[in-house]
């Protein structure tokens, strides 16, 4: 399978449009539709990025072996794939949310956690029961 092939099985297996995609790379959708026709390539930061969206490997993007891994198989292995979360089970937003959140840093990532976290919002309700408290 080809560049441009993988570049559309990998966005509609996860769900995604072409705008969605274009929208995350920062791209008009129809430079994301030339990736995917095989009229050009995307450059190596879109590529990086296309990496997170689809939540996938260089080499499984490239359709190439990873030297890194090797191939030994565990035949008693539990691999619960039913237990896994797809990006294409998600609504619209949530779908948003994840390919935006691919595409921060890690620290990025770490500080967007730290501001949604349960206690971030404990901390909320707290300062706004005591605002309350004081009207009264």
């Known amino acids: 399978m080809l560049l441009n092939q993988r570049l559309k099985h990998f966005r509609t297996t996860s769900g995604l449009t072409q705008q969605q995609v274009a929208d995350v790379l920062g791209l008009d959708r129809s430079t994301y539709a030339y990736y995917e026709s095989g009229k050009t390539t995307p450059d190596i930061k879109s590529v990086n990025k296309l990496l997170k969206i689809f939540n996938i490997s260089y080499y499984e993007l490239m359709d190439e072996a990873d030297p890194t891994k090797l191939q030994v198989s565990d035949p008693n292995a539990q691999d619960n794939d039913e237990d896994k979360l ?12 994840v390919i ?3 595409v921060l840093s890690p620290n990025q990532q770490k500080d967007l956690l730290k ?3 349960p206690d971030a919002f404990d901390g909320r309700k707290k300062r706004r029961k005591s605002s309350e408290d004081d009207e009264d």
């Open 100 to 102: 935006y959140f691919r």
């Open 115 to 117: 501001s949604i976290s």
């Open 86 to 97: 797809h990006i294409y089970d998600l609504s619209k937003p949530e779908k948003r949310l």
